[in-house]
């Protein structure tokens, strides 16, 4: 790669690319190659100027957004950055499942000035897919596609008699963490009494179309939280987007708080956040584990969940899309484990007493 992140923007609407590009200009470090309005000039733009990275609309004239991604990812694999408007949350992570390393979010999906909105997200994103490993992303995606038949068995499996088994399970990622976390509950083949949450780094309007996603692979209840859900064994609590997830007890239960984002937060979700909140409520009967991700969110998390007597977990080096969140968690002396991908559900549920 050259001193300059070369990108390529692919767009049918003359404003989206227009603007795209003047932002993109705008950036120190950041060279725009050239742009194409639809998915066959892309194809042939992305073999002759061979860019750094692509920004990427779905839906495009003459070849869509997904037998792009399909066939670049089979010929010159190349980080893909998908800008898209809300209305089109479901294809964002089938996006993300041909090879995609990530999205932003169109704040409108009409011709609007406030595309300039998404500026400092883009810019951040670009920097994080551009450090992304390709081949981690299309093993990633591999997996995602081999488990993305819809779940059908409910058989239940007797929980072993460990008493030091772990009820309560928090999950933090962000760059490369859709496609993980679905391979993660994919491989929970029947129910477990055990709850989970999840902090995913995602804008608003996304996190129940992600959620509902995740539910069609798991027997589990996934779902996008919601202020007042009861924490209850069974049930997987996704962050909204944009929003930060917290938990307190009230009466004989324990539930969930819907918090707005801090002044100067980074991360939303935090999985810090959410990490020293569930540590408050459930203390040492805790495994926090955290994924793929750019950025150091979740670090001091797993070091107040150790603290306090819980488990924690990172996912290792070798599968990791970007290796930034689980290696700062690692650094802080605090994790008792460190295990690929596939090995990372096996180890939950060990944890758990299955």
Same mark, same amino acid.
């Given at each position: 790669?050259?001193?300059?992140?070369?990108?390529?923007?692919?767009?049918?609407?003359?404003?989206?690319?227009?603007?795209?590009?003047?932002?993109? $200009?705008?950036?120190?470090?950041?060279?725009?190659?050239?742009?194409?309005?639809?998915?066959?000039?892309?194809?042939?733009?992305?073999?002759?100027?061979?860019?750094?990275?692509?920004?990427?609309?779905?839906?495009?004239?003459?070849?869509?957004?997904?037998?792009?991604?399909?066939?670049?990812?089979?010929?010159?694999?190349?980080?893909?950055?998908?800008?898209? &408007?809300?209305?089109?949350? $479901?294809?964002?992570?089938?996006?993300?499942? #041909?090879?995609?390393?990530?999205?932003?979010?169109?704040?409108?999906?009409?011709?609007?000035? $406030?595309?300039?909105?998404?500026?400092?997200?883009?810019?951040? =994103?670009?920097?994080?897919?551009?450090?992304?490993?390709?081949?981690?992303?299309? =093993?990633? &995606?591999?997996?995602?596609?081999?488990?993305?038949?819809? #779940?059908?068995?409910?058989?239940?499996?007797?929980?072993?008699?460990?008493?030091?088994?772990?009820?309560?399970?928090?999950?933090?990622?962000?760059?490369?963490?859709?496609?993980?976390?679905?391979?993660?509950?994919?491989?929970?083949?029947?129910?477990?009494?055990?709850?989970?949450?999840?902090?995913?780094?995602?804008?608003?309007? #996304?996190?129940?179309?992600?959620?509902?996603?995740?539910?069609?692979?798991?027997?589990?209840?996934?779902?996008?939280? $919601?202020?007042?859900?009861?924490?209850?064994?069974?049930?997987?609590?996704?962050?909204?987007?944009?929003?930060?997830?917290?938990?307190?007890?009230?009466?004989?239960?324990?539930?969930?708080?819907?918090?707005?984002?801090?002044?100067?937060?980074? !991360?939303?979700?935090?999985?810090?956040?959410?990490?020293?909140?569930?540590?408050?409520?459930?203390?040492?009967?805790?495994?926090?584990?955290?994924?793929?991700?750019?950025?150091?969110?979740?670090?001091?998390?797993?070091?107040?969940?150790?603290?306090?007597?819980?488990?924690?977990?990172?996912?290792?080096?070798?599968?990791?899309?970007?290796?930034?969140?689980?290696?700062?968690?690692?650094?802080?002396?605090?994790?008792?484990?460190?295990?690929?991908?596939?090995?990372?559900?096996?180890?939950?549920?060990?944890?758990?007493? !299955?």
């Amino acid at each position: 790669m050259t001193d300059k992140i070369r990108i390529l923007v692919i767009d049918d609407s003359a404003f989206n690319r227009r603007t795209i590009i003047k932002m993109l $200009e705008s950036i120190p470090g950041i060279e725009v190659v050239d742009y194409a309005c639809d998915g066959e000039e892309g194809l042939r733009k992305v073999f002759d100027l061979k860019p750094d990275l692509i920004t990427l609309d779905l839906e495009m004239p003459r070849l869509d957004g997904f037998s792009f991604l399909r066939i670049v990812m089979q010929n010159r694999p190349t980080p893909v950055i998908v800008v898209s &408007a809300r209305s089109d949350n $479901e294809n964002v992570f089938k996006a993300l499942e #041909f090879g995609a390393v990530d999205f932003v979010s169109k704040p409108s999906s009409r011709i609007s000035p $406030e595309l300039f909105n998404i500026r400092d997200d883009l810019v951040s =994103k670009i920097h994080e897919a551009a450090n992304a490993n390709m081949l981690k992303v299309l =093993k990633r &995606a591999a997996r995602s596609k081999d488990q993305s038949d819809t #779940f059908s068995s409910h058989s239940r499996v007797n929980r072993g008699t460990n008493k030091n088994a772990i009820n309560h399970v928090v999950i933090g990622a962000s760059t490369g963490g859709p496609p993980a976390l679905q391979a993660i509950f994919s491989n929970i083949k029947n129910p477990v009494e055990v709850f989970f949450a999840v902090s995913q780094h995602m804008p608003p309007g #996304f996190t129940k179309a992600f959620a509902d996603r995740l539910n069609k692979y798991c027997p589990l209840e996934i779902k996008e939280a $919601e202020a007042g859900d009861i924490v209850r064994s069974g049930r997987v609590l996704i962050a909204p987007g944009g929003k930060n997830l917290e938990f307190r007890r009230h009466q004989n239960d324990v539930v969930a708080v819907v918090s707005e984002a801090r002044i100067g937060q980074r !991360y939303v979700p935090s999985v810090d956040i959410m990490f020293n909140s569930a540590v408050k409520v459930f203390g040492s009967d805790l495994l926090g584990v955290v994924l793929t991700g750019m950025g150091n969110d979740g670090a001091l998390g797993t070091a107040h969940i150790k603290e306090h007597g819980g488990l924690t977990l990172a996912e290792s080096e070798d599968s990791c899309v970007v290796f930034g969140m689980p290696k700062e968690a690692i650094a802080t002396g605090k994790v008792d484990w460190v295990k690929p991908l596939a090995r990372i559900s096996e180890k939950i549920l060990s944890k758990c007493g !299955y």
